[in-house]
């Protein structure tokens, strides 16, 4: 086999390489949208649900920033999975 084949073989064989990396690539970059989708949609619920509940009870109070929905919910949120969507830390039990 010559030098120049050898290279050739080398090339095809790194280019086979690269191709099979791309689509991982690929496929990782799809289940991690897949996944922030799913997380998205659970904050949505959670937090529809959780402002239902303020309405039916207490009432609303005017929440005008990102940090003051994070203290609204993290004096309401009870459940670790709830309270996991919106990065707050589990609550530890009173009980």
Known sequence: MSHAEKVRLQ??????????????RTQLVARASRV????DTRRKIVLGGTVL????????PALHTPEELARWLDARLERPA???????????SSR
């Open 36 to 39: 922030e989708r799913k997380r």
């Open 53 to 60: 509940a303020a309405l039916a009870h207490e009432g609303m």
């Open 82 to 92: 709830d309270r996991a969507v919106f990065d707050l830390e589990t609550k530890q």
């Open 11 to 24: 090339i095809e064989a790194l280019e086979e390489r690269l191709a099979r990396l791309r689509l991982t």
